[in-house]
Protein backbone atom coordinates (compact mmCIF):
# COMPACT_ATOMS: atom_id res chain seq x y z
CA UNK A 1 0.00 0.00 0.00
CA UNK A 2 1.28 3.07 -0.78
CA UNK A 3 1.72 6.09 1.27
CA UNK A 4 2.62 10.25 1.33
CA UNK A 5 5.93 10.69 1.74
CA UNK A 6 6.04 14.20 1.43
CA UNK A 7 4.14 17.42 -0.06
CA UNK A 8 6.43 20.42 -2.02
CA UNK A 9 4.68 23.47 -1.63
CA UNK A 10 6.14 26.22 -4.59
CA UNK A 11 6.40 29.69 -3.73
CA UNK A 12 8.04 33.08 -4.58
CA UNK A 13 9.57 33.57 -0.87
CA UNK A 14 10.83 30.65 1.62
CA UNK A 15 11.77 32.94 4.32
CA UNK A 16 8.30 33.80 4.73
CA UNK A 17 6.64 30.69 3.28
CA UNK A 18 8.47 28.44 5.49
CA UNK A 19 7.52 29.77 9.00
CA UNK A 20 3.79 30.28 7.47
CA UNK A 21 3.68 26.77 7.09
CA UNK A 22 5.68 25.61 9.54
CA UNK A 23 2.89 27.24 12.25
CA UNK A 24 -0.12 26.12 9.85
CA UNK A 25 1.11 22.24 9.55
CA UNK A 26 2.25 22.37 12.96
CA UNK A 27 5.33 20.92 12.05
CA UNK A 28 8.81 22.24 13.01
CA UNK A 29 11.35 23.43 10.48
CA UNK A 30 14.04 21.12 10.39
CA UNK A 31 16.88 22.45 12.67
CA UNK A 32 19.64 23.48 9.71
CA UNK A 33 16.81 25.14 7.59
CA UNK A 34 15.66 27.48 10.76
CA UNK A 35 19.13 28.31 11.10
CA UNK A 36 19.24 29.27 6.76
CA UNK A 37 15.95 31.37 7.65
CA UNK A 38 17.51 33.22 10.42
CA UNK A 39 20.58 34.07 8.94
CA UNK A 40 18.72 34.38 5.42
CA UNK A 41 21.51 32.20 3.55
CA UNK A 42 19.31 29.14 1.40
CA UNK A 43 21.47 28.15 -1.08
CA UNK A 44 19.16 29.34 -4.62
CA UNK A 45 18.12 25.26 -4.96
CA UNK A 46 17.89 24.64 -1.58
CA UNK A 47 14.35 24.27 -0.04
CA UNK A 48 12.95 24.49 3.52
CA UNK A 49 12.02 21.47 5.00
CA UNK A 50 8.97 20.96 7.32
CA UNK A 51 9.11 18.15 9.52
CA UNK A 52 11.98 15.52 11.15
CA UNK A 53 14.60 13.77 8.84
CA UNK A 54 13.90 10.18 8.71
CA UNK A 55 11.25 9.57 11.00
CA UNK A 56 8.55 8.10 8.84
CA UNK A 57 6.24 10.64 8.94
CA UNK A 58 4.89 13.38 6.78
CA UNK A 59 7.35 16.02 5.07
CA UNK A 60 6.47 19.32 3.37
CA UNK A 61 9.08 20.76 1.58
CA UNK A 62 8.63 24.40 0.89
CA UNK A 63 10.64 25.33 -2.62
CA UNK A 64 11.42 28.57 -4.11
CA UNK A 65 10.29 28.64 -7.85
CA UNK A 66 11.53 30.91 -10.58
CA UNK A 67 8.24 30.90 -12.28
CA UNK A 68 5.05 29.89 -10.60
CA UNK A 69 2.08 29.16 -12.18
CA UNK A 70 -1.02 31.15 -11.10
CA UNK A 71 -2.71 30.91 -7.51
CA UNK A 72 -3.69 27.48 -6.46
CA UNK A 73 -0.50 25.83 -7.09
CA UNK A 74 -1.59 23.22 -3.65
CA UNK A 75 -4.50 22.42 -1.64
CA UNK A 76 -4.47 21.19 1.80
CA UNK A 77 -7.06 20.39 4.27
CA UNK A 78 -5.82 22.01 7.50
CA UNK A 79 -6.83 21.01 11.27
CA UNK A 80 -5.69 23.79 13.97
CA UNK A 81 -5.63 26.87 15.52
CA UNK A 82 -7.63 29.17 13.67
CA UNK A 83 -5.93 32.00 15.50
CA UNK A 84 -2.71 30.97 15.36
CA UNK A 85 -2.91 30.12 11.69
CA UNK A 86 -3.97 33.95 11.10
CA UNK A 87 -1.61 35.45 13.06
CA UNK A 88 1.04 33.52 11.11
CA UNK A 89 -0.45 35.65 7.97
CA UNK A 90 -3.63 33.55 6.45
CA UNK A 91 -6.70 35.42 5.58
CA UNK A 92 -10.06 33.85 5.22
CA UNK A 93 -11.45 34.04 1.99
CA UNK A 94 -14.77 32.72 2.53
CA UNK A 95 -16.19 30.66 5.35
CA UNK A 96 -18.66 27.38 4.59
CA UNK A 97 -20.48 25.22 6.69
CA UNK A 98 -17.75 22.56 7.77
CA UNK A 99 -14.53 24.91 6.76
CA UNK A 100 -13.36 28.13 6.10
CA UNK A 101 -11.50 28.85 2.96
CA UNK A 102 -8.48 30.52 3.32
CA UNK A 103 -5.37 31.94 1.37
CA UNK A 104 -1.55 31.89 2.73
CA UNK A 105 0.54 34.90 2.16
CA UNK A 106 0.99 34.28 -1.56
CA UNK A 107 -2.68 33.88 -2.07
CA UNK A 108 -2.85 29.67 -2.08
CA UNK A 109 -6.07 28.79 -1.06
CA UNK A 110 -6.21 26.06 1.75
CA UNK A 111 -8.95 24.54 4.36
CA UNK A 112 -9.38 24.82 7.59
CA UNK A 113 -11.57 22.56 9.12
CA UNK A 114 -13.66 22.62 11.81
Not at 10 to 19: E, N
Not at 62 to 70: M, R
Not at 71 to 78: A, M, N, Q, S
Request: glycine residues 8%; negative net charge; contains cysteine.
Amino acid sequence: MANIHSVVIYCRDPYVMGPFWSVVTGLPIFPEDQAAIEARSLAPDESVLLGRKDDGTLHVWIAQAEELLPVGRIHLDIRGDRAAILAAGATVVREQEHWTVMADPEGNEFCLLR
